[in-house]
């Protein structure tokens, strides 16, 4: 794909072969670029039912970007946000497996996800069985489809309700039936291929999508755009992923060598990553988030968990249609310094590659460039922390619109939630120790497990290597058991070379596997 000369950045490029799938990702980068007006649809500011957030879209000085200043004016400024009455994605359906259930947490909430072949649907319930409080998500789903306990054989249907108890005497009394039995289940939905849930049991929200539906994206529910998914779990929390999720600023250096640089064109860099002004506008801001513009993109934070940016590309040929894209963040609070991100990157355009290409090598690159700045960011919340997210407006200086994102969230989350998030009285406040780096940037525990894609390489990938390993000491045993005369000198050399061969991939593949799918540090310094 030609470059965007009129870009702050060069624009997101399919790449030709597998080997530069793996030296970088071309969705990724998506987040990075700046499409030119004249390449995006015009977009509708609506200027009279909201007010402009001319703070941040005004000149840059010191002054004018205060996060203290009062610039955001909307109806309904001194409503609070209810984090419990939304919508929160759980997990995409491929990483899903029918035939177990999952543990889950999003909301401090323990959850159970698993699928009832009974009525043909997701559920998600919470994730203690009222017998002995253990974890149903250790559990299995019975020849019936009913959700059973492991460790007394509790078994629950699709509604939470107890339908039998082991335990129980069949000329007794129904204990089964009693309230005291059933599990709660949460309101469950999929939608455009994502586990839903709502986090109250209540039954007055038992309907709950009827009057109130999770933020749709029609380019996923679209045949004709690829929309492969990838997820990942982070060792810091919300406010943190989302503020860099926000910010292009930090990516020619952060991901330096991992993602394109911005282009030296007409301009002159002034360092070696040549970061540059990137001038963003945040057109509307209120409780249920905020649009933004930068060189004539458009993005927008849906609260409480998505970030879209939208772009198009004019067509190679003229009888072609218009290529269209999006980056699609779905950000999902875990606990204090807990986070799930679900990303995907829908197009119209260059679908041949994930037709023919497992999702695993994508996520090669993309966990590459997820890890980059992981440890900062994990220890960037706890300097946060120790000043009080309340205070981040007075602790953090930002005097530049390239920041204009992140202040626009840090202005929401502040206006309509105190500047945190209500996690309804679960935690303390205080954020989990920090672990060994090594541990911290797991890439099994935090992703691939996760994964079904990545998981089942994994263990292909573990598989070949013992075989290498077995044809390597294989051979060297035929030629040591087998009496010299008995075989000839081409073919002893060949089966010494072949153990040779053999054993040298298989360290390789299994130093390919360490640094893929477990950890892969990073020395910035040293890049």
Not at 10 to 18: D, E, K, L, N, Q
Not at 160 to 180: E, L, M, N, R, S
Not at 194 to 214: C, G, R, T
Request: net charge positive; proline share 8%; hydrophobic share 40%.
């Amino acid at each position: 794909m030609e470059a965007l000369n009129a870009s702050f950045v060069p624009s997101p490029h399919i790449p030709a072969t597998p080997a530069q799938v793996l030296r970088k990702s071309q969705f990724l980068h998506f987040q990075f670029s700046s499409i030119p007006s004249s390449f995006v649809q015009s977009y509708d500011r609506n200027k009279s039912s909201s007010k402009i957030l001319t703070t941040l879209s005004s000149s840059v000085s010191t002054e004018t970007l205060d996060p203290t200043e009062p610039a955001l004016e909307t109806d309904s400024q001194q409503e609070t946000f209810d984090w419990y009455a939304q919508w929160y994605p759980v997990m995409p359906v491929c990483d899903l497996d029918k035939r177990e259930p999952h543990a889950k947490k999003v909301m401090g909430l323990d959850l159970v996800v698993w699928w009832d072949r009974n009525e043909n649907e997701w559920k998600v319930f919470d994730d203690t069985c009222p017998h002995r409080l253990a974890p149903l998500s250790e559990g299995r789903i019975d020849q019936w489809g009913r959700l059973q306990c492991v460790y007394h054989g509790w078994c629950f249907n699709g509604s939470g309700d107890c339908k039998f108890i082991p335990q129980a005497p069949p000329d007794g009394p129904p204990v089964h039936t009693f309230k005291k039995a059933c599990v709660a289940a949460y309101p469950t939905t999929v939608q455009n291929d994502i586990v839903w849930f709502w986090p109250n049991s209540s039954p007055e929200y038992k309907d709950i999508l009827s009057s109130k539906k999770p933020p749709y994206i029609a380019e996923l529910d679209d045949p004709s755009y690829i929309k492969t998914m990838g997820n990942r779990e982070f060792p810091f929390g919300y406010e943190i992923l989302i503020e860099n999720l926000v910010d292009p600023a930090h990516v020619p250096y952060a991901h330096f060598k991992l993602l394109p640089g911005p282009p030296a064109k007409n301009r002159v860099k002034l360092d070696r990553e040549g970061g540059a002004p990137i001038d963003i506008t945040i057109n509307k801001l209120d409780k249920e988030g905020f649009h933004a513009s930068r060189f004539g993109g458009i993005t927008n934070f849906m609260a409480p968990c998505v970030y879209k940016s939208a772009f198009s590309l004019p067509p190679k040929k003229g009888n072609e249609p218009q290529r269209r894209g999006l980056l699609l963040f779905f950000c999902v609070p875990v606990g204090p310094g807990k986070s799930r991100l679900i990303y995907t990157f829908p197009r119209n355009f260059g679908v041949w590659m994930d037709r023919i290409m497992p999702r695993w090598v994508f996520h090669l690159s993309q966990n590459r460039i997820l890890d980059s700045d992981l440890y900062l960011l994990h220890l960037e919340e706890r300097r946060i922390m120790e000043v009080g997210p309340t205070n981040w407006q007075k602790a953090c200086f930002v005097p530049t619109k390239s920041d204009a994102q992140v202040v626009a969230f840090r202005r929401w989350l502040k206006t309509y939630s105190g500047g945190q998030i209500n996690w309804g009285g679960k935690f303390s406040g205080a954020l989990p120790p920090t672990p060994p780096k090594e541990q911290l940037m797991d890439r099994y525990r935090s992703h691939v497990v996760n994964c079904s894609s990545c998981s089942l390489a994994y263990k292909s990938l573990n598989a070949l290597e013992v075989a290498l390993q077995v044809i390597s000491f294989g051979s060297i045993g035929a030629v040591a058991a087998t009496k010299q005369n008995a075989m000839s000198a081409v073919a002893r050399t060949s089966l010494v070379l072949m153990a040779i061969l053999c054993f040298a991939a298989s360290r390789w593949l299994a130093h390919f596997i360490h640094k893929n799918f477990h950890f892969h540090d990073y020395n910035h310094a040293l890049l």
